[in-house]
């Protein structure tokens, strides 16, 4: 049974930083790319990032590029989003996506504020 577990998220200041993480059973880990996407209450989800099945091609949405850093480690079936300088406008809810799949996790909350 595929299941996706993201952990990591929480409140957080204007220009702080979170560890979001996504841990992958039930599958070939290794052989999917893998996705961040959010959405903010009241908007369509959006792609955040995109990482192959080796991690070698990364990719970002152009609102988070410099500050968000997707990464994976296929030895322990996790798929991370490191996001620094926070804004305000990054509230959401944060969920990870395998592509081979079709899957989501059930996704985890983002609040940025003072």
């Known amino acids: 049974q595929v299941r996706l577990v993201e952990s990591g998220g929480g409140l957080v200041q204007p220009g702080g930083s979170l560890r979001l993480s996504c841990a992958a059973s039930g599958f070939t880990f290794s052989l999917s790319a893998m996705n961040w996407y959010r959405q903010a209450p009241g908007k369509e989800r959006e792609l955040v990032a995109t990482?192959?099945?080796?991690?070698?091609?990364?990719n970002y949405a152009n609102s988070v590029k410099g500050r968000f850093t997707i990464s994976r480690d296929n030895a322990k079936n996790t798929v991370y989003l490191q996001m620094n300088s926070l804004k305000p406008e990054d509230t959401a809810v944060y969920y990870c996506?395998?592509?081979?799949?079709?899957?989501w996790g059930q996704g985890t909350q983002v609040t940025v504020s003072s």
């Open positions: 996506y395998a592509v081979s799949r079709n899957y």
């Open positions: 990482i192959s099945s080796g991690g070698g091609n990364r």
